[in-house]
């Protein structure tokens, strides 16, 4: 990477990210930092704006699975660790096999990562609604795809071709 794109980077990470953290909860989003992670598997399949939906429709399922996960563990009568593991189990399979029926859908890393931020979310906060917190990880990931991501990768090619043509 060319120096200019180096420091065009990190100065768009300096301003991009740690504007939303301090923006987020003003609008009633206190789960911001979960943009930075799902900008990470945005920019980790190579800045792609074309697979951005789908990589957010990853996310959202996850999202969605994470919910789905949480109630099911809240409402069971079964042991816990087996609820758990068939929870994983069946949920799981079901990630792999509709990612792959639905490729041009869902970005399967992006379904996953999602679903692993969502229980984990969930888990840490049980102050806050499911609903409410699931809304607002939802919310921190697709600002992680659209504007961390996709924003500040066009931002930056924008910069460093001007510099080119000059």
């Not at 923006?23 to 989003?29: D, E, I, L, Q």
Request: charged content about 10%.
């Amino acid at each position: 990477m060319k120096k200019k794109e180096i420091l065009t980077l990190a100065l768009l990470v300096a301003i991009l990210p740690p504007a939303w953290a301090v923006a987020s909860p003003y609008f009633g989003v206190k789960v911001g930092p979960i943009a930075l992670i799902a900008a990470g598997i945005y920019g980790t399949n190579g800045n792609n704006f074309k697979d951005a939906f789908k990589i957010a429709a990853g996310y959202l399922a996850g999202d969605l699975w994470g919910i789905i996960s949480s109630l099911i563990m809240a409402h069971t009568t079964l042991n816990g660790d087996l609820t758990l593991f068939m929870t994983l189990f069946v949920l799981g399979f079901l990630v792999v096999l509709i990612s792959q029926w639905l490729p041009k859908v869902f970005f399967m890393p992006s379904w996953l990562a999602g679903w692993a931020i969502a229980m984990l979310t969930f888990n840490l906060d049980t102050s806050t609604s499911l609903w409410s917190l699931g809304l607002q990880v939802g919310i921190s990931m697709l600002v992680g795809v659209y504007y961390v991501g996709a924003l500040m990768d066009k931002i930056q090619r924008v910069i460093c071709r001007a510099d080119a043509q000059k």
